[in-house]
């Protein structure tokens, strides 16, 4: 596990389960925070994010999957792991549907529990990461006036100077400028630069 303390919150309306899977996920140094009640996590995610969120099917009269369309519309991925008394296959294909990691039947194995939450806590910051590089990318992108970014986007497919200049109805001389100027305000050194500045933004 990551010993950057993944921050994993703990979902069970049971007292005694929930404190049993705090302890397990503690001895992986992971930082777990325990609710008992769906409107607490979603209090909770209107300010914060956590790595993972281990989520138990029925928090008494309610069914956790109905949290999923507010969980799913958190502007930062936040991935769930779900935990069930039974094995109940239609809730569970329903979680996978809506993007859970894993359906886990309580009482869970400790090596279970862990390799979901690690796969979890994977999955987030990988997306995180994700984000923040086409951040990046796209704030690059924004310094680019409206022809540049024509012609960088002609660029990025391959195209060499002579076809751009007649898809964009300007001279190659024009376009070679343009290049330049793309090449110099966005630090690249070569078209390969572009390609992977232009996935980057796409998210690819």
């Known amino acids: 596990m990551d010993m950057l303390a993944p921050r994993v919150w703990v979902v069970d309306d049971d007292r005694s389960v929930a404190a049993a899977l705090a302890r397990v996920l503690r001895t992986a140094a992971v930082h777990v925070e325990v609710m008992h009640a769906p409107v607490s996590l979603l209090e909770r995610l209107d300010r914060e994010r956590p790595d993972c969120v281990l989520l138990d099917l029925w928090l008494g009269a309610a069914c956790a ?16 792991v779900f935990l069930s008394a039974q094995a109940d296959v239609a809730s569970s294909v329903l979680a996978m549907r809506h993007g859970a990691i894993d359906f886990l039947v309580k009482p869970v194995e400790p090596g279970l529990l862990l390799d979901a939450v690690i796969r979890a806590v994977a999955r987030a910051r990988g997306w995180r990461e994700a984000a923040a590089n086409r951040t990046e990318a796209t704030d690059r992108l924004a310094a680019l006036t409206r022809r540049e970014l024509q012609v960088f986007d002609q660029v990025v497919l391959g195209k060499p ?6 898809e964009l109805g300007t001279s190659e001389k024009t376009v070679k400028v343009h290049r330049g100027r793309v090449m110099h305000k966005l630090a690249a050194r070569s078209v390969v630069d572009l390609v992977r500045l232009a996935d980057r933004a796409r998210g690819s």
């Open 65 to 80: 999957l109905d949290l999923l369309p507010a969980i799913e519309r958190q502007p930062t991925y936040v991935p769930v």
């Open 161 to 166: 100077n002579k076809r751009i200049a007649v």
